[in-house]
């Protein structure tokens, strides 16, 4: 069960994740999400926290934000799969900079459902990330990723991330204070 008292992923309708959500045999659909799909973000972000044991408000909770940001022309968040079922999603905000014209896009987390992993599912998220940012003037996009995580590590170097600026040699560092 999720914080919200739901059931999680994995028995949502009684049936395990596996035998609900069909693998994959053709390109992952990718759609923008409106503020008509915040209890499917809501419940996929309070799901990506329970899977790692964070800290995290209830899918409802969730939900309700998701309502009043997902109508903002700085949050995208993309769905990746069936409209009915979505195998995973990246939520992004976008902020101007002063280093370049446009915006410098966030990518503040990006999910995909446990039992669709390594179906391609987060690399077509990834590339209608890309797409659209550069679709947006997007100078920059930031990922904050957690040093342990080496898949998610990987994931984004082999699209292209890095944590070392162009030149130097040194790694760089997301600093944060909770308030």
């Known amino acids: 069960m999720t914080p ?20 994959r045999t053709g390109p992952t659909a990718v759609s923008r999400a409106g503020a008509d799909r915040a ?14 044991g964070a800290p995290t408000p209830s899918a409802r ?25 979505p195998a995973g999603f990246a939520y992004l905000t976008c902020r101007p900079s002063p280093y370049f014209d446009g915006p410098l896009m966030q990518l503040e987390e990006l999910y995909v459902v446990p039992a669709l992993r390594a ?3 987060g690399t077509a998220l990834m590339r209608d990330i890309l797409r659209r940012a550069g679709e947006l003037g997007c ?16 994931f984004y170097e082999r699209h292209g991330f890095s944590n070392r600026d162009a030149g130097a040699d040194c790694r760089m560092l997301l600093y944060l204070r909770e308030l």
């Open 61 to 85: 909770e969730f939900a309700a934000r998701f309502t009043r940001l997902l109508p903002r022309d700085d949050v995208l968040v993309l769905l990746a799969g069936d409209p009915a079922e």
């Open 4 to 23: 919200a008292g739901r059931p999680g992923p994995a028995a949502r309708d009684g049936a395990p994740v596996a035998a609900r959500l069909a693998p």
């Open 119 to 121: 179906q391609g599912v």
């Open 39 to 52: 209890d499917d973000v809501g419940r996929l972000l309070c799901d990506f926290n329970t899977e790692f």
């Open 139 to 154: 100078g920059e996009i930031h990922i904050g990723v957690d040093e342990v995580d080496v898949d998610a590590r990987r």
